[in-house]
């Protein structure tokens, strides 16, 4: 019976490990913007946020934060939100999705909500 206990014992405390373990490289594989279950405060300037602020915007990787800034540096600065639709791997549902927080001008003043 003891024995039998502790490996149910042991077994309980590796399958919460695992969990832990599991959560935490979700959460620091995750762009800071969705970190925090994908709410953020303020905006984003897409015409002068560095690769790190876009990635605040919902749905915004690294991928495409680096996509939105070579495609800056190619055509120049964001005229339209509609604009970014140009940029790859943002379609029409990203789009929206980003829209409250994308800023033409002014400063970024996007952070993860509390």
């Known amino acids: 019976m003891k024995i039998r206990a502790s490996i149910v014992r ?8 695992a969990l832990l373990c599991n959560t935490a490289l979700a959460a620091a594989n995750e762009p800071a913007g969705r970190a925090a279950g994908g709410a953020i405060t303020g905006v984003v300037n897409v015409n002068s946020a560095t690769a ?8 915004v990787g690294a991928a495409k934060a ?22 790859k791997g943002i379609g029409d549902k990203a789009l ?12 970024t003043t996007a952070q993860p909500a509390k």
């Open 52 to 59: 790190e602020e876009l990635t605040l915007l919902p749905g």
């Open 10 to 17: 042991a077994a309980s405390a590796f399958a919460l490990a």
């Open 96 to 107: 929206e999705r980003m829209r409250p927080h994308v800023s033409l001008d002014g400063k």
């Open 66 to 87: 680096q996509a939105i800034l070579e495609y800056r540096k190619e055509h120049g600065a964001f005229k339209r939100v509609e604009d970014l639709s140009e940029v």
